[in-house]
């Protein structure tokens, strides 16, 4: 008999517990979603015209792999303003992709085959550890450890756990769910044990500019030179509110472009040239809404800690960036069964923490990046629910 299923590694796919959440409260009007990592705003009005006028002239056709060279220059511009002086970025080292999971999947495909041992830091993400999987890698997930201060990296630990064996380590800072935000030292020490053994390090950078203390977080692009097996994965997702448009990049050494453009052409081709255009504006005149982003993010995400703290039982910690905290319920040992309950009985969407890895059991997801009054309707709906537990 032909099985009608797909291949093993497949099939063994773990599937979004975040989804299984939303799925019980999508479409209910009376419910109120911080489940999902995604900012409240519409993409600003002059990245959609930009976007709009590229149709009305006609930018509708295939563009190359590697995206249309004003827009690969100006990332490459944009990336060395921001990680110079060290960083040589140049627009042969960048790639556009059609999103940051896109980019992504395009650097585990080049780098990592069946067998290959994928050490990711975790909580994290559940696409960070799905994605090597899916090649046939070995995903080894690598927990940070939890203060009620905020998550820690056990550095020494992890250097321990990037073997010879191992083929790349997986690092998303600042992180999705905790708000983790690596350090220069902590950079520093993985990059000379990762050139010793040869191992290369893929930075997801998605949210380097949502940190709340500085413009941009520590990034390995700061302290990597050309010959470094160093990936950085980006997108214009969360910086430029524009989640929908599915449209990010790598920098990769030269050496490794034109194995992504051929991946890129087995992929997607290419990224939208529509979408590409308005890419070019959303970073040569989006620093004000990078700016702006920051600070009510900031703001919201300061209000949601103090609202938290009032609630007996809740012990959240300030994250240092990203926008989300990823706080933890006394007595919750089943976050999905928590979380299911809060949608059913109290109109309110989390995500819970068992999405991001057994280290996250306990803890919830709130993505802050909302305004104030619907945090407020969150917390009070949270409120009501603990209380009367
Ligand atoms: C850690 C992390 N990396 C990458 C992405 C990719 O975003 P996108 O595919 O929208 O570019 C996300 C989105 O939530 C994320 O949380």
Redesign the pocket.
Known sequence: MHSLSARPAVQALRSSKIREVANAGMGRKDVIAFWF?EPDEVTPDFIRQAGIEALQRGDTFYTENFGIPELRKTIAAYVARLHAPACKVTADNVTVTS????A?MLANQALVGPGDRVVIVTP??P??VEIPRILGAEAVTFPLDYTPAGWKLDLQRLLAALTPATRMVCI?SPN?PTGWTISREEQRAILDHCRRLGIWILA?D??ERLVYGAGVAPSFLDIADAADRLVS?N????SWLM?GW?L?WLVAPVELMPYLGTLTEYNTSCAPSFVQHAGIVAIEQGEPVIARTQQRFRHARDFLAAKLAEIPGVEAALPAGAMYTFFKVQGVTDSLAFCKRLVEESGLGLAPGIAFGPEGEGFIRWCFASGEERLQQGVDRLKASILHR
Do not use: E
Request: charged fraction near 15%; proline fraction near 0%.
């Open positions: 990592g999103s940051g999971m896109s992504l994290v993400w696409n960070l998303n999705n997801d998605a949210y994965a997108t214009f997702s969360k989640t599915r990010g």
